[in-house]
């Protein structure tokens, strides 16, 4: 595997145990999720159904309040529905 390619990969698990951590810090680790994923500026957040998606809408206060307690600068928060964003908080 070249340098790169395992940089790249260290990059996309941080990135999703990142948005682990944030679902975690909130509550909601039984939703049915295809991924979660956050970066410096963004929370991307990928719902399989729409009972998933509408506990996130209905959840946004506590998720803005999770990254603020992790001293996070994200911005962007999308909740997404099959890769389409349903979602900008």
């Known amino acids: 595997m070249s340098v790169k390619t395992a940089k790249l990969i260290r990059q996309i698990r941080q990135a999703q145990q990142l948005g682990q951590?944030?679902?975690?810090l909130t509550g909601l680790t039984?939703?049915?999720?295809?991924?979660?994923?956050?970066?410096e500026t963004s929370l991307v957040i990928n719902c399989r159904d729409y009972?998933?998606?509408w506990q996130l809408?209905?959840?946004?206060?506590q998720i803005r309040q999770a990254i603020n307690r992790m001293g996070l600068g994200i911005t962007n928060i999308w909740i997404e529905k099959e890769g389409q964003c349903a979602y900008d908080l």
């Open 57 to 61: 809408d209905d959840a946004h206060t």
């Open 30 to 39: 039984n939703l049915n999720l295809v991924y979660a994923f956050a970066t």
């Open 51 to 53: 009972a998933s998606l």
């Open 21 to 24: 951590a944030i679902l975690a």
